[in-house]
């Protein structure tokens, strides 16, 4: 298995991740900046923007799970 730099770490409790490189955080800010874009255009068609906002939520859950840790449930140390 290759030594590969993780973006993203496991958090301590619970299911999910964390920026820990530089790249991690880059990936967060677009995420947010697509999500504020989305919400400051959407229109009356309120289900076209929640599908907007679903869809970049699972590229970046995506991007989560290439680049970090094998995500599991996690209770501390």
């Not at 955080?25 to 874009?37: E, K, P, Q, R």
């Not at 076209?48 to 094998?70: A, H, Q, R």
């Amino acid at each position: 298995m290759k030594n590969k730099k993780l973006w993203f770490k496991a958090k301590q409790y619970g299911w999910g991740w964390y920026p820990s490189t530089w790249q991690g955080g880059v990936v967060i800010l677009i995420w947010i900046g697509l999500v504020i874009f989305g919400i400051l255009k959407m229109d009356h068609e309120w289900l076209k923007n929640v599908f907007f906002i679903f869809v970049f939520t699972g590229i970046l859950i995506w991007i989560c799970y290439k680049k970090g840790e094998k995500p599991r449930w996690r209770w501390g140390k």
